[in-house]
């Protein structure tokens, strides 16, 4: 199996392109479960089904706040939040992605993640799930400050910018590897990187409606297809 002589660098978006998120949102959710059941007696279970049913019908900003409604909860949102991301369960890599990965350092190439969200949640699953062993850059645009500013997310081109730089390679010499047409490649291409979208079955963005210039120069099921 042999990589793009041209392409020197791989850097990759996390959740849901390198491993399933769900992993980490479960754990995190039993957790807050554990927690309330402790402390007010009421059934973990049906806290996490809850909160699940939640996220499911309004994303996820709002769900402990509707926790504590729910159930009447003396309780600072703060606090679950907090117990929520400092859960640490065992994660696993898509299949594809550990080949793919394994593949892109026997071939000497690099390797570079950029991930949104909280930044001590996301370096956390980077660390839970083994990638420091093989990766050279993380970015986690919610810690960049650049020029005095803060809490950049894609599909700003700095946070790209911040990747190249540290990988040492220019932006004809990378690939981005996303699941999201909504942010994860109109700022990689404004650069003049290659992008390629992994659209999994059943993934949150494989039927997803991507304005024009938002969408990658590639789009595969498939991982296993840069080899």
Known sequence: MKLSDEIKAYIFDLDYTLFDEMQFFKAGMRDVGEYVFKKYNIPAKDVYEFCVDSVKKEGRGKTFNHLIERYSLDEDVKKLVEIYRNTRPSL????????????????GKLIGIITDGN?????????????????DALILPDALVINGETHFTKPNPVVYEACLEKLGVKPE?????????LKDFVGARSLGMKTVQIQRKNGMFENCEVKEGYEADFVTESLIELL
């Open 92 to 107: 696993e890599l898509y299949d594809d992605a550990k080949e793919v990965m394994d593949a892109i350092k026997k071939e």
């Open 119 to 135: 930044a001590a949640v996301q370096e956390a699953k980077v660390r839970l799930l083994g990638l420091f062993d093989i990766i």
């Open 173 to 181: 010499e990378a690939v981005y590897i996303g699941d999201n047409p």
